[in-house]
T-cell receptor, first 112, second 114 residues
């Protein structure tokens, strides 16, 4: 069975600074990896995904994520954080045939 | 142009009642899902339907019954509501096929059982 770990419940960063939200995964076979964002009282919005190819994936709102197969990681990054990026971020993994499994989420707070 | 829409967004009801949450997607997807988000924000799949056929039924009490009248709709009916059913329920959809297909979520339905 697949699993996702988001080791940080909370990440605080100052506006304008780079941010990283960590994610590691475990899955049989090639992984399909996703990042979603949830704003307060809102649904999950898809940010980006890794299927194959280039290890650096670019997504919505200036976010990107780096796939590292040897470290089984898929960390979310942004070069310059905005206060409006403050939200709950979920990493998720899906095997080729199977269901999407989410991590426990990381609350990102960008301080003005 | 809402892709996955679900109603109601907020629902407060008493223990023992029966309630339904409706979901519709206009993305032309073949697969629809219900996910539950608990008070700790943990997300877990409940059901998955492909072309109106149930393909995933996680360990969910049989008080929860999904119904898919067509592939664009997947409703969730809950009988005899309990306090522990209080959660956010998300409907979602995706193209069928491989695991690389993106799953798109609705805005959620906040259910509070009192």
């Amino acid at each position: 069975a697949q699993s996702v770990a988001q080791p940080e419940d909370q990440v605080n960063v100052a506006e304008g600074n780079p941010l990283t939200v960590k994610c590691t995964y475990s899955v049989s076979g090639n992984p399909y990896l996703f990042w979603y964002v949830q704003y307060p009282n809102r649904g999950l919005q898809f940010l980006l995904k890794y299927i194959t190819g280039d290890n650096l994936v670019k997504g919505s709102y200036g976010f990107e994520a780096e796939f590292n197969k040897s470290q089984t990681s898929f960390h979310l990054k942004k070069p310059s954080a905005l206060v409006s990026d403050s939200a709950l971020y979920f990493c998720a993994v899906r095997p080729a045939q199977g269901q999407l499994t989410f991590g426990s989420g990381t609350q990102l707070t960008v301080l003005p | 142009d809402t892709a996955v829409s679900q109603t109601p967004k907020y629902l407060v009801t008493q223990m023992g009642n029966d309630k339904s949450i409706k979901c519709e997607q206009n993305l032309g997807h073949d697969t629809m899902y219900w996910y539950k988000q608990d008070s700790k924000k943990f997300l877990k799949i409940m059901f998955s339907y492909n072309n109106k056929e149930l393909i995933i039924n996680e360990t969910v009490p049989n008080r929860f019954s999904p119904k898919s009248p067509d592939k664009a709709h997947l409703n969730l009916h809950i009988n005899s509501l309990e306090l522990g059913d209080s959660a956010v329920y998300f409907c979602a959809s995706s193209p069928s096929g491989g695991g690389g297909n993106t799953i798109y979520f609705g805005e959620g339905s906040w259910l509070t059982v009192v």
